[in-house]
């Protein structure tokens, strides 16, 4: 059965840091592109980051909002994808999700990431930044 579990998330301070973590099951993640998706309240979904699948050339994405504060990357010996959170802002608050890529799976797709591309979704992980 194949799913993915979120973890790592909770309250920290702006300009502090996080590390969340995505493991999965049933699957090897190292072949597929894998996403972190965030939702904050009263907000639709968006596509944050995203990180190829083996055999893929494509580019790591970063939303505008955090490129050069998040960095995606892929455990493979554990089957988990992280996403580290660094100099964290309120408006980085927000439930944040991991999902696998649909057909064609190593490829991370138009970009943002968008949630129809995206399957097999966690149950979330919430941060809240706040003093």
């Known amino acids: 059965q194949v799913h993915v579990v979120e973890s790592g998330g909770g309250p920290v301070q702006p300009g502090g840091s996080l590390r969340l973590s995505c493991t999965a099951s049933g699957f090897s993640l190292d072949f597929y592109a894998m996403a972190w998706f965030r939702q904050a309240p009263g907000k639709e979904r968006e596509g944050v980051s995203c990180?190829?699948?083996?055999?893929?050339?494509?580019?790591?994405y970063y939303a505008d909002s955090l490129r050069g504060r998040f960095i995606i990357s892929k455990d493979g010996a554990e089957n988990t994808v992280y996403l580290q959170m660094n100099s964290v802002k309120p408006e980085d608050t927000a439930v944040y999700y991991c999902a696998v890529r649909r057909s064609p799976s190593n490829t991370c797709g138009p970009l943002p990431p968008a949630v129809s591309d995206f399957a097999f979704w966690g149950q979330g992980t919430q941060v809240i930044v706040s003093s």
């Open positions: 990180i190829s699948g083996r055999g893929s050339d494509g580019p790591t």
